[in-house]
């Protein structure tokens, strides 16, 4: 499975961007990222059938997870600095509506594409 990532860019405070990942419903999908100098982190997952979607606390009403049958999507709006992070793409293969936060769980990885908001 070859992921790859993009949609990144620099955005100012309270913009918007979105970020698109090949992908397959043969797997479950997830969004993480990883900041400076930090471990990288859950961001959100969507199941194989799409229904169901689960997100970290941070971003929650601010960034929405999708896909159709050939890409993942994650729109981000109100960009925070705290969100300039490497983000990656992952793909796993669970259960038809299985959502996942473990990064254990995903045993395939894009390359990351980099959100860097100025404040």
């Known amino acids: 499975v070859q992921l790859q990532a993009s949609g990144g860019g620099l955005v100012q405070a309270g913009g918007s961007l979105r970020l698109s990942c090949a992908a397959s419903n043969d797997y479950a999908m997830g969004w993480f990222r990883q900041a400076p100098g930090k471990e990288r982190e859950f961001v959100a997952t969507i199941s194989r059938s799409g229904r169901r979607m689960y997100y970290a606390d941070s971003v929650k009403g601010r960034f929405t997870i999708s896909r159709d049958r050939a890409t993942m999507y994650l729109q981000m709006i109100s960009l925070k600095s705290e969100d300039t992070a490497i983000y990656y793409c992952?793909?796993?293969?669970?259960?038809?509506?299985?959502?996942?936060?473990?990064?254990?769980?995903?045993?395939?990885w894009g390359q990351g594409t980099l959100v860097t908001v100025s404040s």
């Open positions: 992952a793909a796993g293969f669970l259960r038809w509506d299985e959502v996942q936060t473990s990064q254990d769980r995903y045993p395939y």
